[in-house]
């Protein structure tokens, strides 16, 4: 989740042409987080894998006004 993380700051950082590219990392967080939340034993993680899964959607939302 972490490299993917510094992907985006990097793509941001550089700019241009980066919705699909940005799209895609999105993608690949929201699978991560589910990953976490489905493999989680401990009740804290699975609530906090849902609320990661909020935030990832509200960043989806935004990176589509992207272009």
Known sequence: MGSHLDEL???IQKGGEIGKRLD???QELHREANTLGSKSAALEL???SVDMKVLIEQMRE??????
């Open 24 to 26: 895609f990392l999105i």
């Open 46 to 48: 699975t609530h906090i």
């Open 9 to 11: 700051d990097r793509l």
């Open 62 to 67: 935004q990176v589509q006004n992207i272009e």
